[in-house]
């Protein structure tokens, strides 16, 4: 299954006013979730023992150097803010 982690952000501004997003740019690149968890587990975080990279068909928790938070998605929480101080 092909799957990808939605994230939102949300500015409370004052008591009255909250901004929030959960924007498609706030969300992971794609990954696959396998039914064959790899052997190691980290307690808090069931999901990434079946997470593997699309690209090379491996687990994440095999490959060295992946980083999973893109800059895509850090350019998705910049721009978030952008637009919210453009318009208050």
Not at 61 to 69: G, P
Request: net charge neutral; charged share 25%; proline share 3%.
């Amino acid at each position: 299954m092909t799957g990808r982690y939605r994230n939102t952000i949300s500015f409370v501004f004052n008591e009255n006013t909250c901004y929030s997003s959960m924007d498609d740019s706030l969300a992971t690149e794609p990954f696959l979730l396998v039914s064959k968890p790899h052997r190691k587990r980290v307690h808090g975080f069931p999901l990434d023992s079946l997470s593997k990279d699309i690209a090379s068909g491996k687990y994440y928790y095999d490959i060295a150097a992946k980083d999973v938070s893109t800059s895509a998605l850090e350019d998705g929480f910049k721009m978030f803010f952008i637009r919210l101080f453009e318009n208050i």
